[in-house]
């Protein structure tokens, strides 16, 4: 209990921190674009003409609602941090608690072994998928919560009056908007960052080397860092089909199409190249063939 109430704490530190990390790129994912490019300069040095990044974004919206206008829909995010590691932590307690069949004696050591990382994946994906599934509805009204900076409404302000809100104009089914692409790319990030990770340090890797065990540990960093690239798209369909015709300016036209599925998002986003939108807040090119339009601040 007591190491749970210490990951809380400690969740609900960098949450706060990271909050206005996650309310501006949130914001560009759903194309809305308040500043007009600049003439800078890329990684290269070469003059560029670029999108606003991090900390111009924060600046503007400073300008409009104040520092704590970085903050809008932290409570929501809290809860879910909270409730999530509780949930993840009890559903890892019961899976201690059940036997995974190892095979083969052929092996090498236990920690090395595939089997074994397929297990501990295994537990940690139901461990993920039942936290994900609960505190899905927070997540749900943390993103619109964001998302009302774009029109300005005040449709969601409050955990409680927002999810009366939800429940009354799209029953139980919108506090899950956009829940498949989130639960398919956790599950894709986790196996492909551990099986990556087993294959480097197993075949890659000799024990006999010095500093073996920061080696190792560098490598699940760096194969953490390309899940997260590669499912990066299930990421911001999700996330858009969380918002998307919720009554809200950031999820109808001509922020959003309406759409039906969220593989409509996901071929829509396909078709138009803007599936990384969003995935850099830093050195930000224009979009290819679009054209930006003051009075709509967005692209088209």
Same mark, same amino acid.
């Given at each position: 209990?007591?190491?749970?109430?210490?990951?809380?704490?400690?969740?609900? !530190?960098?949450?706060?921190?990271?909050?206005?990390?996650?309310?501006?790129?949130?914001?560009?994912?759903?194309?809305?674009?308040?500043?007009?490019?600049?003439?800078?300069?890329?990684?290269?040095?070469? @003059? #560029?003409?670029?999108?606003?990044?991090?900390?111009?974004?924060?600046?503007?919206?400073?300008?409009?609602?104040?520092?704590?206008?970085? $903050?809008?829909?932290?409570? &929501?995010?809290?809860?879910?941090?909270?409730?999530?590691?509780?949930?993840?932590?009890?559903?890892?307690?019961?899976?201690?608690?059940?036997?995974?069949?190892?095979? !083969?004696?052929?092996?090498?050591?236990?920690?090395?072994?595939?089997?074994?990382?397929?297990?501990?994946?295994?537990?940690?994906?139901?461990?993920?998928?039942?936290?994900?599934?609960?505190?899905?509805?927070?997540? #749900?009204?943390?993103?619109?919560?964001?998302? @009302?900076?774009?029109?300005?409404?005040?449709?969601?302000? !409050?955990?409680?009056?927002?999810?009366?809100?939800?429940?009354?104009?799209?029953g139980i089914l919108?506090? $899950?908007?956009?829940?498949?692409?989130?639960?398919? !790319?956790?599950?894709?990030?986790?196996?492909?960052?551990?099986?990556?990770?087993?294959?480097?340090?197993?075949?890659?890797?000799?024990?006999?080397?010095?500093?073996?065990?920061?080696?190792?540990?560098?490598?699940?960093?760096?194969?953490?860092?390309?899940?997260?690239?590669?499912?990066?798209?299930?990421?911001?369909?999700?996330?858009?089909?969380?918002?998307?015709?919720?009554?809200?300016?950031g999820g109808l036209?001509?922020?959003?199409?309406?759409?039906?599925?969220?593989?409509?998002c996901w071929r829509?986003?396909?078709?138009?190249?803007?599936?990384?939108?969003?995935?850099?807040? $830093?050195?930000?090119?224009? &979009?290819?063939?679009?054209?930006?339009?003051?009075? @709509?601040?967005?692209?088209?």
């Amino acid at each position: 209990m007591a190491d749970t109430c210490g990951q809380v704490l400690l969740g609900s !530190g960098l949450t706060v921190l990271s909050h206005p990390l996650m309310y501006i790129k949130v914001l560009v994912q759903v194309g809305h674009e308040p500043l007009p490019p600049t003439l800078g300069r890329n990684i290269f040095g070469r @003059q #560029v003409y670029q999108l606003p990044g991090l900390f111009a974004y924060a600046k503007h919206i400073t300008k409009i609602d104040g520092v704590s206008g970085l $903050f809008n829909g932290l409570a &929501p995010r809290l809860c879910a941090g909270t409730v999530g590691t509780i949930v993840h932590s009890r559903v890892l307690q019961v899976n201690a608690k059940l036997r995974y069949p190892l095979t !083969g004696s052929s092996q090498k050591a236990p920690e090395e072994s595939l089997q074994k990382v397929v297990n501990e994946t295994t537990k940690e994906m139901v461990a993920r998928s039942c936290a994900t599934i609960v505190t899905h509805p927070f997540h #749900v009204l943390t993103l619109r919560c964001m998302v @009302q900076f774009i029109g300005r409404e005040t449709k969601y302000c !409050g955990v409680f009056d927002s999810i009366v809100t939800i429940y009354r104009e799209e029953g139980i089914l919108g506090f $899950f908007a956009g829940l498949i692409p989130r639960l398919v !790319g956790d599950v894709l990030s986790l196996w492909i960052c551990n099986l990556l990770a087993h294959l480097i340090n197993a075949y890659a890797l000799d024990d006999s080397m010095s500093h073996t065990g920061e080696i190792k540990n560098c490598s699940q960093a760096v194969t953490g860092f390309l899940a997260s690239m590669v499912t990066y798209p299930f990421v911001l369909v999700s996330n858009l089909m969380a918002v998307n015709n919720c009554g809200l300016a950031g999820g109808l036209p001509p922020y959003a199409s309406v759409y039906p599925t969220w593989i409509d998002c996901w071929r829509h986003l396909s078709r138009e190249g803007n599936m990384s939108r969003g995935n850099s807040l $830093f050195f930000r090119k224009l &979009p290819a063939g679009k054209t930006y339009v003051m009075d @709509q601040k967005r692209f088209f």
